[in-house]
C-alpha cells in the first residue's frame, strides 16, 4: 500500500519526462546549435578587417611583390616574374651592398614615356594591401654594381671594374659584353648613392644611359625601396636572388669589416643593424624570463 501511495503523489515516475519538458529541451538545443552560426558571421568582418590591416602593415614595413615588366634583368629576372622585396632592414639603416638587385623609385625621370597602364578597381584594392603589384608605381629593378665611395669603370671591350677589382659575371644575359654598347668611368660614386646596371646589358637603361641627368646616373639610397630576396611566381621559376660570389673577393672594398662592425661602407650607416636589433627585442624578454624563472625555483627550494 505504501509503495501505491508514493506513485499516487507524483501521478508518474521520477525518471518519467514530460511532453513539455522535452519541446524546452529540444528548442535550447537547437539555440545553442545556432549560436556559433551567428556569432562565426558577426565576427567575419572583423577577422576581414584585421587581416586586412595585417597585409597593410607587412607591405609597408615587411615585403611586397613586384612584377618584372621588361626584359632589362634577363637571365636573372624574366618578364612577368613575380619577385618579393625585403622592406624591413632599410628602416634599420641598412643600405644595399654590391651585388644585390634592388627596387628603387624613379630617380630622375628614368622612366619617361613609359605606359602605365590603367588597373580596375580590383587591382587597386589588391595593390594597396600588397597582395598584387601596383600597376601606378614607377619603379625599377636592377644589381647594385657599386656603392658610395666606390671606384667603378667599364671600358669597351673590358670587364666592370669595382675599386681596381674586375668582375666575373655569369649573370649577364648571353651573348652581352659587360658595356660596349656604353663605357664609362672611371667614377666615384658619391657618398649615400648606388651605381646599377640591368643584366642584359644591352637591353637596359640603367645608370650608364643617365649620366646626363640631375642625379649623374647615380640612384640615390633613399629612393631605394628594398632587395629583392625571392622569385615567388611562377612556381616553376622559384629560386632566392643571392649576392653573385665576385662581390666577395679580397680588396673589392671594406663592406665586409665594415658590415661585422655594424657599420657601412663610410663608417657611418648601420649595415645589418636589422637583424642585430630584432633578435636582441627578441632576446631579452626570454633571458628575463629564465632569470626569473631560477630565481623562483631558488626561493621556492
Not at 615585403?63 to 629576372?77: G, N
Not at 638587385?101 to 587597386?124: M, R
Not at 658619391?190 to 644611359?209: E, L, T
Request: aromatic share 6%.
Amino acid at each position: 500500500m505504501g509503495d501505491v501511495a508514493v506513485g499516487a503523489r507524483s501521478g508518474r515516475d521520477e525518471g518519467e519526462e514530460r511532453p513539455d519538458d522535452a519541446v524546452a529541451r529540444e528548442a535550447e538545443e537547437d539555440g545553442a546549435l545556432e549560436t556559433p552560426h551567428r556569432s562565426f558571421w558577426k565576427e567575419l568582418p572583423l577577422l576581414i578587417g584585421i587581416a586586412l590591416l595585417l597585409a597593410l602593415l607587412i607591405k609597408t614595413f615587411l615585403v611586397q611583390a613586384f612584377s618584372i615588366p621588361s626584359d632589362s634583368m634577363q637571365d636573372t629576372l624574366q618578364r612577368g616574374d613575380r619577385v618579393l622585396v625585403d622592406k624591413l632592414t632599410p628602416w634599420f639603416g641598412s643600405e644595399p651592398e654590391r651585388g644585390e638587385v634592388v627596387v628603387f623609385h624613379d630617380p630622375a625621370n628614368w622612366l619617361s614615356g613609359e605606359p602605365t597602364p590603367e588597373p580596375n578597381i580590383a587591382q587597386k584594392v589588391l595593390s594597396w594591401i600588397g597582395l598584387m603589384p601596383s600597376a601606378e608605381e614607377k619603379d625599377l629593378i636592377k644589381r647594385t654594381i657599386a656603392i658610395g665611395g666606390d671606384t667603378v669603370e667599364c671600358k669597351k671591350g673590358g670587364p666592370v671594374v669595382v675599386n681596381g677589382k674586375a668582375l666575373d659575371e655569369p649573370y649577364i644575359y648571353p651573348g652581352n659584353t659587360a658595356c660596349d654598347d656604353a663605357p664609362f668611368g672611371p667614377l666615384k660614386v658619391p657618398q649615400g648613392k648606388i651605381w646599377v646596371m640591368g643584366d642584359h646589358r644591352q637591353n637596359s637603361q640603367d645608370s650608364r644611359y643617365h649620366m646626363q641627368d640631375s642625379t649623374g646616373g647615380f640612384v640615390p639610397v633613399d629612393k631605394v625601396v628594398g632587395r629583392a630576396v625571392v622569385i615567388a611566381w611562377p612556381v616553376t621559376r622559384w629560386s632566392t636572388l643571392p649576392i653573385p660570389d665576385t662581390f666577395d673577393q679580397p680588396g673589392i672594398g671594406n663592406q665586409a669589416a665594415a658590415t661585422a662592425l655594424g657599420l657601412g661602407a663610410a663608417g657611418l650607416a648601420p649595415v645589418g643593424l636589422g637583424p642585430a636589433a630584432l633578435g636582441l627585442t627578441g632576446a631579452v624578454p626570454l633571458v628575463m624570463w629564465r632569470r626569473r624563472r631560477l630565481t623562483s625555483g631558488r626561493t621556492d627550494g
